[in-house]
């Protein structure tokens, strides 16, 4: 039996209503577990289910000065982790809506348990309130309110449980198939959507906060209107001196160092070639592996072992002081700003080389075998496979990390500068990254570190499209989007 029109209709507002609800657990704005003022304001759904310190961090005198109960906020916390529980429930739900009739029935099971079990943590809610606003309790220091934020659960709720309903008895009839079965355009789509998720979370959903950048902010306090100063920010940025002076040095330090990781970006594909030619499968895996182990060491511990062998007591002084070619103090190669670019090359080189190689070698595994018989055949070497079989067949690989580096050559990181940051190579060392940190954590100007990031990812992106653009100019259409 085929699906009606109707019934596809109703999926595709289950499935709009589903991602509406799981977008908005990550957005503070509309939290419904938002009680009263003790709870922080930039909290959202999801945090207030799964962090019950930050959910009582402001709390603790009022507890202790029987202002409330913290039975109060105990049930708040578990209700909302069974609302996000309902929506994790409705999202299966949305994922099983794109199968066959097997999968459509057990994906409305899924759908009308998860908007009842959202019903319930949304009364859980309500119960907290309730007690919050019992008159034993102080509420002119507690100032309970109800947000907004509820209702609009409470409708995403009912929506789920009315259509799950509806597609229940409308599949009631239905013949279903032994099996679940999912198409595989559909089955791709729900592999990579936590991917997507995970994007959207950590990558996008953060872009909210670009916010500040037009507000007097500070920490704990709403960025209200009667806060909002519109470019006042970025007016500073380019019109105070001292800030001026600062970005070029650091834009100086931030594109010079970049440039020379560009320049040097061919090393690793060179190492994946030759590491490729090793013969001795055990000698070439040891190899791999010693390259490749730096890059799970932390930076921090990468100084630790620089701190070790160039500080003014490590190793190479204390050589040569018992090789007697030194005598007193022996100096301290850490602290000088001399050649401090190429040591923060040589160091990330070496963090990084293996790892990096790692995509090479396996665009080489991926090149036809028969292509290096027909060389043998023809009498080329082992230099002219590499120069005329290997080089070519990765060079599409070299030219979209190329063009990735250059599209990211304002991100340079903040671990390794940071770490490796004295008073004697700040000036020389300090890469954006870096500035934006020291001006935003460490001097209190949340608002330029905003506007210097957001102008940094414009850019960025800018070069993106340029370096694709200019791409598909050159290698006669080839890009990256």
Known sequence: MKESIVSKVFYIILRITIVFSAAMMFFPGINPGKLNVLINKN?????????????????????????????????????????????????????????????????????????????????????????????????????????????????????TIIISLIQMLTFRNYQSENHLKIELKYRIFLMFLPFATLLFVFSYLPLFGWRAAFFDYEPGLAMTMERFVGFKWFKFLFNDPGTQRDIIRVMKNTLGMSG????????????????????????????????????????????????????????????????????????????????????MLGWGMWKGLGWSAIIYIAAISGIDQQLYEAASIDGAGRFQKMWHITLPGIMSTFFVLLLLSIAGILNNGLEQYLVFENASNTMSITVLDLYVYQRGIEKGLIEVATVIGMLKSIISVTLLFAANQASKWLRGGESII
């Open 43 to 159: 909290m959202s759904l999801f945090t207030s289910a799964t962090a019950y310190r930050s959910l009582v961090a402001e709390s603790g005198r009022a507890f202790s000065r029987g202002w409330v109960s913290e039975s109060s906020f105990i049930i708040l916390f578990i209700s909302c982790l069974i609302v996000c529980i309902g929506i994790a429930l409705a999202c299966v739900c949305g994922c099983f809506s794109v199968g066959n009739i097997k999968c459509k029935k057990t994906g409305n099971i899924f759908g009308l348990i998860g908007g009842l079990v959202q019903m319930l943590g949304l009364g859980g809610i309500y119960i907290s309130y309730l007690q919050m606003t019992d008159p034993g309790n102080d509420l002119a220091r507690l100032q309970p309110s109800f947000p907004n934020g509820y209702y609009l659960f409470c409708v995403i709720a009912v929506i």
């Open 260 to 343: 020379l990781g560009i320049a040097t970006s061919w090393v690793a594909m060179a190492f994946a070639i030759f590491l490729v030619e090793i013969r001795h499968m055990r000698f070439r895996r040891f190899v791999q592996t010693l390259t490749t182990i730096p890059n799970f060491i932390s930076w921090v511990m990468v100084y630790a072992i620089a701190f070790a062998i160039f500080s003014t007591d490590g190793f190479i002084n204390s050589f040569m002081s018992m090789m007697g070619t030194l005598t007193g103090a022996g100096p301290n190669y850490l602290m000088g700003d001399n050649n401090i670019w190429l040591k």
